[in-house]
């Protein structure tokens, strides 16, 4: 494929045929098939899928079936959190992306059943993937890690626990890199491991996510501070009113814009570092674009 | 070892050391760890992870550090199971084991996340287990499958769909089979898994695990039935009030006596087909007796 464009309309409704296929074939009851469906069509760019699948295509330029069932399993990871985050007990939100979040259509005891359903679904997805069992116990590992309670999991309870308190910036970019930027990393590093790259370029893959980890979480904070309720299709100004910590309420929005263009060209930096000859980063660098404020809202 | 009782004396201590050093070398967040620790440190007889050590000795007549890791994971995912299970939009517990359960000393919040850190950090733990790819791979697809949407979590579903509808005895059983039955079968498989049984033998260790499963449930309605609040140390005739589907409801308690003692026999008839000569159910047969109605409370 030539193009960023190209992958997204042609290669991620092929993720979601994988995830619809997994529920489809490792499901029976009804209601809790409705209701993971219902979060895992609620759409979204598909952004986590969509770093595997650019980063496998910049260095081996063609997709395989593995690539699409990790994608397929790391954007399930990634529902089950949206689906549990939202909870009355968590931040608990009515609406996401235009549209009431599932405890709002199915109850909260079923919400909380779908994202379990969900997040134990990703890791059998894994171990159903076209590939060696030592690769597998690799992906699941960095999964588990990631999105445990050294990761993901944790990021989620500190950002509980600072609500109410002034974090520094240090102490933000460390919490995100728990909450959302740990699935990021492991969306870049397992392209990195489904082609087989070494653990340099391992680590350099890793340098260039948490990059691009911190500026999604900046760019993110700067819309939820410009936009308006209709236009992102959730409450604004939530965070601000709950007394979360953002980045344009730490540094102030000018410094926070100043703050998404230095991540960006870090991240870019780190994309030129990799040192593999195969590696033609093209997707990767048009990825980085989409972080540009101008883009619209992820 | 000679006995159960010398399993259960001396070896599950060594399973939560297990538990204890994952959930200390792999968390960081202070009250994320006090939330799992307390529900680990819960107590209950540990019947899953005694079932793996079992399963392992009877065959092997000596037990692998990689039984008690899987002993541990299984055990995380029960705990997990217990914590989201007791959860308001669940079952709304306010005591298990005689002790506030974890959302009302933790909260809701904190309660979720420790639940989902469990179950991930179960999977976690396996990745980790001292055996090969091949085997790690099997083992984390049989625990997914038994702890997610086609297994314990959709029978938690069932569960909830189910109250104030009257089950038959076919209906409950199945319902049993998934939400208690599949991660009982997974500790008796694990077994025979981590001492690389044949496809048959797994099949009839599968077959064990099924009745023992039922004779379980069974008598853990028919122990909700006959005591009182103060013995078991949780509510008791909850089940009732709320309109569920028990056998005893469903039987008498005379007959549901009976069903408790035809699935023991079956299960003894189980493993003595087993067919692998070096397979001596000593501690299994002995587990079957824990199941007996007199022996106390589970």
């Not at 992306?97 to 997805?125: C, K, Q, S, Y």
Request: aromatic share 6%; no cysteine; hydrophobic share 40%.
């Amino acid at each position: 494929m030539s193009s960023l464009f190209g992958l997204q309309e042609n290669e991620l409704p092929k993720v979601e045929k994988q995830i619809k296929k997994f529920i489809h074939n490792y499901i029976s009851n009804e209601q809790l098939k409705e209701s993971m469906l219902y979060s895992v069509n609620a759409g979204g760019k598909r952004l986590r899928p969509l770093l595997v699948l650019a980063t496998v295509h910049d260095f081996e330029q063609e997709l395989s079936l593995s690539s699409y069932q990790i994608a397929s399993a790391l954007e399930m990871v990634h529902t089950y959190s949206l689906i549990h985050d939202d909870l009355p007990a968590m931040d608990d939100d009515d609406l996401r992306r235009g549209n009431p979040t599932n405890h709002m259509v199915f109850g909260e005891g079923l919400a909380i059943l779908a994202g379990d359903a969900l997040l134990t679904g990703a890791f059998e997805l894994i171990t159903r993937t076209e590939t060696t069992s030592k690769k597998k116990n690799q992906l699941l590992q960095l999964l588990a890690s990631a999105a445990g309670p050294s990761g993901m999991v944790a990021g989620q309870v500190e950002d509980i626990q600072s609500e109410q308190v002034r974090l520094s910036f240090a102490e933000l970019a460390n919490l995100h890199q728990k909450k959302t930027g740990a699935l990021i990393r492991f969306a870049v590093v397992s392209g990195g491991i489904l082609t087989e790259q070494s653990d340099v370029v391992l680590a350099q893959l890793s340098e260039f996510a948490d990059h691009l980890g911190l500026a999604f979480q900046i760019r993110d904070d700067l819309l939820d501070e410009l936009a308006t309720t209709k236009q992102l299709g959730k409450k604004t100004q939530k965070d601000n009113i709950a007394g979360k910590n953002t980045y344009p309420a730490l540094l102030g929005i000018e410094e926070a814009k100043l703050a998404l263009e230095e991540q960006l060209r870090q991240a870019r930096n780190a994309l030129e570092e990799i040192t593999n000859e195969n590696f033609t980063p093209r997707l990767l660098q048009e990825v980085i674009k989409l972080f540009e404020l101008e883009r619209g809202s992820e």
